[in-house]
Structure formats: structure tokens, C-alpha cells
Nanobody, 115 residues
Framework: QVQLVESGGGLVQPGGSLRLSCAASGIMFRTYATDWYRQAPGKQRELVAQISSSGSTVYADSVKGRFTISRDNAKNTVFLQMNSLKPEDTAVYYC?????????WGQGTQVTVSS
């Protein structure tokens, strides 16, 4: 059974940092494209960052220069380092792993940026 478990969310002040983790069981992240998505209340889910199986990365314009996605193959975990957080970054953040017709989601972790 495949499970993706996110952690690391919480409440942070504007300008602060958080590091999200997504740990996988049942699949090897290094063979999947792994994404971080987010969904704010009343808005559609949007792609934040992606790391391919080869390690190349893609970022949404809104987070470029502030967020960094990375992968630890030994721990089978993907990370999202979020710096210089803004109130508009407030959302539930989801981990996704996809390969061909396979697509897996985590349960999400809440990130709230507020003073």
C-alpha cells in the first residue's frame, strides 16, 4: 500500500521559514516526479514545485527564489524549504507523486502565515 505523509506545517509570521517533509512508503520517490501543491480556501489547487526523477526542478513564479524542493533518496523523502513566507502562502500543502498512470497524494499539511 502506498502512503505519502506530509509534516512540518504550522503557524509562522510573515518573513519566516518552514520546512515541509513528505515521506513515502510503498514507492521509491526517485522513480517518480514528485510535486508540492497547495490549496487556499476558495481557490483551486495549484502546483508549487516539482522535482523530476532525474532531479530537475520547476517552480511556480510566485515562489521562485523563496522555495526550494529537494529529495533525499536514502530517506525516501521530499522536502519543501519555504523562506520569506508571505500571508498569501497560507494554504494546505499536498505532496504528489506521479508516474505514467500512477498518481498518489498525501493528506496535506496546513501552513498559515500570519502576524
Amino acid at each position: 500500500q502506498v502512503q505519502l505523509v506530509e509534516s512540518g506545517g504550522g503557524l509562522v509570521q510573515p518573513g519566516g521559514s518552514l520546512r515541509l517533509s513528505c515521506a513515502a512508503s510503498g514507492i521509491m520517490f526517485r522513480t517518480y516526479a514528485t510535486d508540492w501543491y497547495r490549496q487556499a480556501p476558495g481557490k483551486q489547487r495549484e502546483l508549487v514545485a516539482q522535482i523530476s526523477s532525474s532531479g530537475s526542478t520547476v517552480y511556480a513564479d510566485s515562489v521562485k527564489g523563496r522555495f526550494t524542493i529537494s529529495r533525499d533518496n536514502a530517506k525516501n523523502t521530499v522536502f519543501l524549504q519555504m523562506n520569506s513566507l508571505k500571508p498569501e502562502d497560507t494554504a494546505v500543502y499536498y505532496c504528489n507523486a506521479a508516474r505514467q498512470r500512477l498518481n498518489y497524494w498525501g493528506q496535506g499539511t496546513q501552513v498559515t502565515v500570519s502576524s
